[in-house]
């Protein structure tokens, strides 16, 4: 019995002698009927005008058993991740939670009418606001953009970046274009006004294939491939000379997996010797440039069966520094607490996984 | 030290090279801007021959979108994989410290001072008839190695 209750109160945090930052939490808008308090009248009437019953983009369909864990499903048909009080029982005190960042994946994104878009992004913002950062202080949350408009986009930042709640900028990782293009400056230029990250997240508009080579079959396929895409928007972001555009930026990569990184580094840097006059403002290595400007969160894991292949990446990632702690709730990767976390790593490592990198990265303290 | 007598000055005309074999080791000669440089005829990357590859200029940024051009006919690409070296110097361009090429000094003297030069002794270098019959009223590029 006493040994019970030593294992329940054993979670990570404790283990690690640290408290926890969440670098990926999923907040849901309920129904579109929650953000009408926030739009404007003529937006809220187009909404039910024109019969419009949510923008949940499906990224997580309800009958996947990645999409949910099943004690975060709500009894009352909800969206899980939509109810503050369930959220705070499942995350935020199992874990010892100090922060958790929530990242709203609501597609305004996809919206073709960018003045709507941009209205429905707002909305969202000032819901995220009123129902989970004026309720919870341990919540964080990345401002929601219609990146469609980079401009319009830039506005809502300004509106909202001196907000202490809002800690990043939210984009979504299959843009309508590479994230290097000037086009996104504007974005940058007001999130790094802001001291706020860049977090691209998995998901996004609808009108490419979401595969390079074409559209694929199965949800197994587009879930897998997301990675591709993260890989395609870094190799965009450095090699635009975004970072020497923009040398405080900072960029984190959600739900993007990272174990393919080294890879890409290593690739990167081979021919960027051979190429880079194409890309004059690049003067140092590719990889040098990512492990001071990307991070990546540890959910979902792309586990190899043998654990140390873990720690053998970090080493050829050259970086401790890179990785950030995140559950991705409520989204279902593992059952128990402590296989969020790869097993076995050295406690030093683990305490900057759990929050320590977060803690530099998004300047918490 | 040993001094090579490679080429004549007006066989390598400014903004072209010549490449030669000397003891062993082939050595890309430059003439640029009428000042003479020489770099080894072998890429420290994979072996390639260097020299032959396209000469240009040096090209960075402050930012995306604006172009520096500079030193134009001093950069030359590894013909393999388009690595930078600079010409003056034998140093790569991402990595001057270790990674560079070997560079040798070539100078211009004239063919009465070389004729004069008691005690210098002259090797034979690639042209070996013109070594013994250098013209008085020439220059020529002669390598120290």
């Known amino acids: 019995m006493d040994d019970a209750i030593t294992l329940e109160k054993e979670t990570l945090g404790n283990r690690a002698k640290t408290a926890v930052i969440d670098c990926d939490?999923?907040?849901?808008?309920?129904?579109?009927?929650?953000?009408?308090?926030?739009?404007?009248?003529?937006w809220r009437d187009y909404v039910v005008e024109h019969g419009i019953k949510s923008l949940e983009?499906?990224?997580?369909?309800?009958?996947?058993?990645?999409?949910?864990?099943?004690?975060?499903?709500?009894?009352?048909?909800?969206?899980?991740?939509?109810?503050?009080?369930?959220?705070q029982r499942q995350v935020l005190e199992p874990w010892n939670m100090e922060y958790a960042i929530l990242n709203c994946l609501y597609g305004v994104q996809m919206i073709h009418n960018e003045d709507w878009a941009a209205a429905m992004a707002r909305a969202v913002n000032d819901w995220q606001i009123a129902e989970w950062l004026d309720k919870e202080p341990r919540l964080r949350a990345s401002i929601v953009v219609a990146s469609q408009n980079p401009e319009q986009a830039a506005e809502e930042i300004h509106r909202?970046?001196?907000?202490?709640?809002?800690?990043?900028?939210?984009?979504?990782?299959?843009?309508?274009?590479?994230?290097?293009?000037?086009?996104?400056?504007?974005?940058?230029?007001?999130?790094?006004q802001y001291g706020l990250v860049i977090g691209i997240h998995a998901g996004g508009v609808t009108g490419y294939p979401t595969m390079p080579v074409g559209w694929p079959s199965y949800y197994l396929e587009d879930y897998v491939s997301q990675s591709q895409a993260f890989q395609s928007q870094i190799v965009s972001l450095v090699c635009e000379g975004?970072?020497?555009?923009?040398?405080?930026?900072?960029?984190?990569?959600?739900?993007?997996g990272f174990t393919w990184m080294p890879a890409l580094m290593w690739r990167l840097d081979k021919n960027w010797k051979g190429l880079r006059r194409e890309i004059p403002w690049v003067d140092r290595l590719p990889s040098e440039i990512i492990r001071e400007h990307f991070r990546l969160t540890i959910q979902p894991l792309d586990e190899s069966p043998k654990p140390e292949h873990l720690l053998q990446t970090m080493e050829q990632m050259r970086s401790q520094d890179m990785l950030l702690f995140s559950t991705d709730y409520p989204h279902w990767h593992f059952d128990e607490k402590e296989e969020a976390l790869p097993a076995n790593l050295p406690p030093s490592l683990e305490k900057k996984i759990l929050s320590e990198n977060a803690r530099s990265f998004y300047r918490f303290d | 030290m040993k001094k090579y007598f490679v080429a004549t000055v007006d066989e390598i005309p400014p903004g072209h090279r010549k490449i030669i074999s000397i003891a062993g080791r082939s050595i890309g000669i430059f003439n640029i801007n009428g000042e003479f440089f020489a770099i080894r005829n072998r890429c420290p990357h994979g072996g390639a021959p260097l020299c032959e590859g396209e000469l240009?200029?040096?090209?960075?940024?402050?930012?995306?979108?604006?172009?520096?051009?500079?030193?134009?006919?001093e950069i030359i690409r590894c013909p393999w994989h388009q690595w930078e070296f600079d010409v003056k110097t034998g140093q790569s361009w991402f990595d001057p410290v270790k990674t560079r090429v070997r560079s040798y000094d070539a100078k211009v003297e004239?063919?009465?001072?070389?004729?004069?030069s008691t005690g210098t002794k002259l090797e034979e270098g690639p042209h070996v008839a013109e070594t013994f019959h250098v013209s008085l009223d020439k220059d020529y590029v002669v390598l120290e190695m």
């Open chain 1, 57 to 87: 983009p499906n990224y997580y369909p309800r009958g996947s058993s990645l999409s949910a864990r099943p004690d975060s499903v709500l009894p009352n048909g909800d969206p899980p991740g939509s109810d503050l009080e369930v959220l």
């Open chain 1, 242 to 256: 975004t970072f020497q555009k923009f040398p405080r930026l900072r960029v984190a990569l959600l739900e993007s």
């Open chain 2, 110 to 116: 004239q063919g009465c001072a070389i004729a004069e």
């Open chain 2, 56 to 73: 240009s200029g040096f090209v960075h940024s402050p930012v995306p979108g604006e172009y520096t051009y500079t030193r134009k006919g």
């Open chain 1, 160 to 192: 909202l970046g001196k907000h202490p709640g809002f800690v990043q900028v939210l984009l979504m990782v299959r843009s309508e274009m590479l994230y290097g293009k000037k086009h996104f400056w504007p974005i940058y230029e007001a999130a790094q």
């Open chain 1, 25 to 42: 939490v999923h907040n849901a808008v309920p129904s579109i009927q929650a953000l009408f308090p926030y739009l404007p009248d003529r």
